[in-house]
């Protein structure tokens, strides 16, 4: 359908003689281009959001959307008796010990990427990208396999006769061990784009202007590169926030984040309402802070327009 | 005058330094000494090494064989940030994060300096390069080429180097600003004592600054001497080339020892004896344009060639012309006063002296 009014669009523009009704505004061609994806927007983005929204403010375990409204479900969140918000802590707190991890990670390799591997770099970046041909769970599971008991790591150690490998399997650690392997490439590229915009003699200067390496880190390194470090950070942070694969297959629900109260809320327990309301605070917590984030965030410089 | 208060010892001394990347030879061996407070001023085409040359003596880069010595010391492995040299980069590499103050300030901040006596050097550095206070907060991105030129310079200075290295920082200013910085460097120069190592492809400005010129082709210190010495004493033809707009004519050796055959040229030239060509068999001659005469009706000259103008150049104050002789194009410049008023096609006799010619060899 949508091929078919482009294509009549196509051909209303070309054969249509002028002096033809005009529309009563007109687009410039870039927005013109840009029609596709905003339509696309509208319907893949825009519309689940509203939708959520509106089943937010139904009652509660009903599918009564605008037809009546109500803000029971949110009360239901706020009282004092819901223990939603130790989720809600659970996974900001995996979120910012995962972005510090990768921080503390990443940099390292970044840097190595940019100014130590030279012709290696395209090999090394390669290796970091091929774990997400394969998808997420399939991973995780394969973790699983690795790390349970009588598994390839515990059962190998036995069969060689040693007492059996650590069980480290559903624990908090094996979640967040699993959380930073899952979002390295996402904080590392973002970093290493940010490191690539240093200019190299910028550093030689330093130098010779008598700073050492630790100075040069301080003074040049990382306030040039912060662009990239902040995107890398606010991505990988927006997305382990909503991580909900770690906690299920690594941490075996031992803990309970919040995306998975919220799929709890649409599958389990069937409350579409509630699990709408859950969602739309998370979203605004996260929208907030993002739109906080990139407020600083100079996107221009790191475009290099500037 | 600081510089003459100096003994006349070498600062910077290079024995026998080599670099090479791989199979490529970027410096072939060479022995160079900087005097302590001289302005040098290293010259020659892209490619010539001088850049390379210059980032040993800033210990960017370590020789692949020879010394390099500091006042006597061996400082071949020395890390940039321990020398007492100081570089300005040809992209200035100021920090654009920083204002213009935190940029000068920079090696003093590194150094353990309290912001307060940081502050007032950098002010002061700031009326030594003629940039006004109030730039002091000014993002340095905001500032024009050559204010950034200034900053750059302040900021090395601030350093308190003993040597200051230029890579070619004036490359992307425009010729009339170009023409008032250079002479505030020399002023500078002067000023500070300091020794200044200068890089550049432009022998006007080597010419403008420095007390010596140093000129590099292809990995190799073709020839080091002071501006008149590069001038009226050019080594080689790359030289004599590289000074500007030049005649050079092949020559053979004919019978005598100041007699000699046009190559590519018909006639016969006599030189003033010298040593580089003593016992050449072929050389070139140079002759420059300002020294060529056009001769009129019973003139005459040491040497001779007849030839047909075809183009006339106003060069503001001179006039250039071209004149095709056989398959040669000459240069000729004469005063706006001596103009020939000759039209194109019009047959004219050249000459000049044998005094005014340089020899050198092929």
Known sequence: MVSLSVSDRATDTATKPAGAPRLPFRLS?????????????????????????????????????????????????????????????????????TVVLLALIAYPIAFGLTFVFGRWSGLVSVLFVFPLFVSENVRLYGWVLFFIKNGVLDGSLKALGFSGGPQV???????????????????????????AMVPRDLIDAARDLGAGRWQIWREVEVPLAMPGILIGTLLTFVLAIGAVAEAKILGGQSVIVISHDIEIAFTYSQNWPLGSALAVLVTLFIGTLTLLALQRLDLDRLLGRR | MPTTDKPNLPILQLVGVRKTFGDFVAVETLDLDVMEGEFLTIVGPSGSGKTTLLRMLAGMEAPSAGDISLRGVRINEMPPEKRPTCMVFQSLALFPHKSVGENIEFPLKMRGVPAKARKARALELMGVVRLPESYYAKNVMKCSGGERQRVALARALAYDPDVLFFDEPLSAIDYKLKKVLEKELKDLHRETGKTFVYITHSLEEAMVMSDRIGVMRSGRLVQVGTP???????????????????????????????????????????????????????????????????????????????????????????????????????????????????????????????????AVRN
């Open chain 1, 169 to 195: 399997l559903y624990t908090s650690g094996m979640i967040l061990a699993g959380m930073v392997y899952t979002y390295l490439p996402f904080m590392l590229f973002p970093m290493t784009l940010g490191l």
């Open chain 1, 29 to 97: 061609p870039g927005a013109r281009a840009a029609l596709p994806l905003l339509g696309l927007l509208a319907v893949g983005f825009l519309a689940p959001l509203l939708a959520i929204l509106a089943f937010s403010f139904a009652p509660p375990r009903s599918f009564a959307v605008l037809r009546a409204f109500s803000l029971a479900n949110y009360a239901e969140l706020f009282s004092l008796s819901n223990t939603v918000w130790l989720s809600f802590l659970w996974s900001i707190g995996f979120a910012l010990a």
């Open chain 2, 228 to 358: 008149e010495e590069i001038y009226a004493k050019p080594v080689d033809r790359f030289v004599s080339e590289f000074m500007g707009e030049v005649n050079v004519i092949a020559v053979e050796r004919a019978a005598g020892v100041e007699d000699w055959t046009g190559v590519d040229v018909p006639g016969r030239f006599t030189l003033a004896p010298c040593q580089e060509i003593a016992d050449a068999a072929t050389a070139y001659v140079v002759v420059r344009p300002e020294y060529l005469r056009v001769l009129g009706e019973g003139a005459g000259a040491d040497n001779a060639l007849e030839g047909v103008i075809y183009n006339e150049y106003a060069l503001g104050s001179r006039i250039q012309y071209q004149v095709r002789v056989g398959e040669k194009v000459m240069l000729v410049e004469l005063s706006r006063a001596q103009a020939l008023h000759a039209a194109p096609g019009q047959r004219v006799r050249l000459g000049w002296d044998a005094r005014d010619a340089i």
